[in-house]
């Protein structure tokens, strides 16, 4: 099965999916990636962000991650918000890229301080699944402590109830 790239729709984000483009930008079935490509190559934030689109989805260009990813990064190193939040997903999906969790959450932060709400939404998810995970350890060492000290108590004849 051929792997579809989401970039102009939606993408799953392992917590949860953030719709790329809730500002209502799109990208034309068949876009005029040469006039995109002159742009781009000419340093243009938006079309750069554009021509990566065009790779990721195989619109207009043989569909090539590791060109979507390119344009990608030249976007967002300029602030682009919206490449900014794309290479994230390139670093976390390891698309076009080496699967970078760190880089990743470095993408999304620079885009979500510039207001991107699917950056800031995936960031927020993030957090609370880091939050569930810490706990779970701590209850399972919890666990793992009453269980010593009831031996323990067993072993010596100490009583763990207190009674009054």
Not at 19 to 46: C, H, N, Q, S
Request: net charge positive; aromatic share 10%.
């Amino acid at each position: 099965m051929n792997k579809q790239f989401f970039f102009a729709t939606a993408i799953a984000v392992g917590v949860g999916c953030c719709a790329l483009f809730a500002r209502g930008e799109t990208i034309p079935m068949a876009p005029d990636v040469k006039m995109i490509m002159e742009k781009a190559t000419e340093g243009d934030a938006a079309s750069e962000r554009r021509l990566g689109l065009c790779y990721g989805n195989g619109n207009g260009v043989e569909q090539d991650y590791t060109n979507a990813f390119k344009w990608f990064l030249k976007a967002a190193n300029q602030g682009d918000s919206m490449a900014q939040f794309n290479a994230g997903v390139c670093y976390y999906r390891g698309e076009g890229v080496a699967h970078n969790d760190p880089e990743a959450l470095n993408w999304f932060s620079k885009a979500a301080a510039q207001g991107n709400v699917e950056a800031q939404t995936f960031l927020k998810k993030r957090r609370i699944e880091s939050f569930k995970r810490i706990a779970c350890w701590v209850a399972g060492i919890l666990a793992v402590l009453v269980v010593l000290i009831a031996a323990k108590c067993k072993s010596c004849g100490c009583s763990t109830s207190s009674n009054a």
